[in-house]
């Protein structure tokens, strides 16, 4: 079983910044899938960043592309997203997700990849 507890969300002004941690307790971390997604009252969950198990393979939303970092340090089972210049669209629960199989065929960016969601933590950027 693995249990994902994201943390790091908070309030900041536009052009701020936010790191948000994802701690993952599974004993397959470091060849699990993670990723981020978001999602803002009365919208769709977004896809925002994802990261292979090896680190290799990074993947971002088009709408965070230049401003939003992922990455992993598989020594603490963590997987981290680094904010950068935040806009207030960027206002959304943001959650963490991990796939252990090595197998899921749909792409990074489709939540149906991902077995695992954290509960989420609060993101607001006011501008």
């Known amino acids: 079983q693995v249990h994902l507890v994201e943390s790091g969300g908070g309030l900041v002004q536009a052009g701020g910044s936010l790191r948000l941690s994802c701690a993952n307790s599974g004993r397959t971390f470091s060849s699990s899938d993670m990723g981020w997604f978001r999602q803002a009252p009365g919208k769709e969950r977004e896809f925002v960043a994802a990261?292979?198990?090896?680190?290799?393979?990074?993947v971002y939303g088009d709408s965070v592309k230049g401003r939003f970092t992922i990455s992993r340090d598989n020594a603490k089972n963590t997987v981290y997203l680094q904010m950068n210049s935040l806009k207030p669209e960027d206002t959304a629960v943001y959650f963490c997700?991990?796939?252990?199989?090595?197998?899921?065929?749909?792409?990074?960016?489709?939540?149906?990849?991902?077995?695992?969601w954290g509960q989420g933590t609060q993101v607001t950027v006011s501008s």
């Open positions: 997700a991990a796939n252990p199989n090595p197998y899921r065929t749909n792409a990074y960016t489709s939540p149906g990849r991902y077995d695992y």
């Open positions: 990261t292979s198990g090896s680190g290799y393979s990074l």
